[in-house]
């Protein structure tokens, strides 16, 4: 079932799981008070069930699900 899912950036290109992302925008983090920054490198990306979400873990917070709107690839 994933391989009919097709997950796609901000600028339209294709990711996969394993790949690198660029945050595009600054981000507060819901339940915490970090905030990530524009143009943090987040590496090793997970694919989820829905195309507009990718799950990650970053240096301040594991488990963290994105909205792919604001990523864009390494």
């Known amino acids: 079932m ?4 097709i997950v796609k950036d901000s600028n339209g290109t294709q990711l996969q799981d394993g790949d690198s992302v ?6 507060k983090v819901k339940g915490t ?3 990530l920054k524009r143009g943090t490198l987040v590496k090793g990306i997970r694919l989820t069930d829905n195309p507009g979400e ?3 873990n970053t ?3 594991k488990g963290l699900v994105l ?3 604001f990523l864009k690839k390494a």
């Open 54 to 56: 990718i799950e990650c």
């Open 33 to 35: 008070s970090e905030t």
């Open 2 to 5: 994933m391989a009919d899912i």
């Open 22 to 27: 660029t945050l595009i925008k600054d981000l």
């Open 67 to 69: 909205k792919t709107e």
């Open 59 to 61: 240096k301040q917070v």
